[in-house]
């Protein structure tokens, strides 16, 4: 299908963000199951209507939350309002970002006759609860089959597995695991990261299996102390 009968302008050439793979998929009407999409319009427009499995985080909110965006080495499609200008700001803004730190970013504008595609390949509502962008750091991936048999021996005693993340940075994670059924204390001396944390917890519908534990660990007992400090809080919020 012709890129002018989908509103799909081609990027001026100093842009890094192109259109590339992903975009040319979406022209023929089909979307790769495993695609990462990112959709940075207003939460309202993307819930009448987005990409199958797309993400949304709102273009003002993108600075902020650019941790939730995946790895760089992955393509990334990025889906926007169709107005020019805006295809400009999104575009400059990936090319922006140092080579060391550049995403492999292609750029769709979500225009009429894109959402007039309709099922499967465009979808309503908002996304789905724990799922992200980003993976699960190498260590967690090694670990998830232990950690699947750990949930499921937790379940059948009828308790919710606990999970200690210290230097939880802003969360990734933590999500994860919370995503997975484990209740996650995450502890940080970054204040700034830890509200991070606890927003892609909130947007997820995860703040209620989540602790936020703002600490330095500098010497021996650090840790125990920070943990029995939340304990004591809890207990006497009871």
């Known amino acids: 299908m012709a890129a002018e009968l989908l509103g799909l302008p081609e990027l001026e050439a100093d842009f890094h963000a192109t259109i590339g ?9 089909r979307l790769p199951e495993a695609a990462c999409v990112l959709d940075v319009r207003q ?23 650019a941790f939730e965006l995946p790895a760089r080495s992955e ?15 999104v575009a400059a803004w990936f090319d922006s970002c140092s080579e060391r730190c550049r995403w ?20 309503k509502g908002l996304g789905t609860p724990g799922k992200f962008l980003f993976a699960a750091s190498p260590l967690l991936l090694q670990s998830w089959p232990l950690l699947e048999a750990l949930v ?17 940075g802003s969360g990734r994670d933590a999500a994860v695991l919370a995503a997975a059924g ?8 970054d204040a700034r990261a830890l509200t991070r944390c606890s927003g892609i917890m909130a947007r997820h519908g995860f703040d209620g299996s989540c602790t ?3 600490a330095s660990l500098r010497q021996d007992g650090d840790l125990t102390a920070a943990l029995l400090g939340v304990t004591a809080a809890a207990d006497a919020a009871s």
């Open 21 to 29: 793979p992903l975009v040319r998929e979406v022209r023929a009407g």
């Open 152 to 168: 499921q021996q937790a379940k059948a005693l009828g308790h919710q597995p606990r999970a200690l993340d210290i230097g939880s």
């Open 212 to 214: 936020m534990v703002h």
């Open 104 to 123: 492999q970013a292609e750029l769709l504008p979500m225009t009429a006759e894109v959402l007039a595609l309709g099922s499967p390949l465009v979808e």
């Open 182 to 189: 484990w209740h996650v204390t995450c502890l940080d001396r």
């Open 43 to 65: 939460e309202a427009d993307f819930e009448a209507g987005h990409l199958r499995g797309a993400y949304n985080i709102p273009w003002e909110d993108i600075g902020c939350r």
């Open 75 to 89: 393509p990334l499609l990025v889906c926007h309002d169709a107005e020019t200008a805006v295809r400009d700001r």
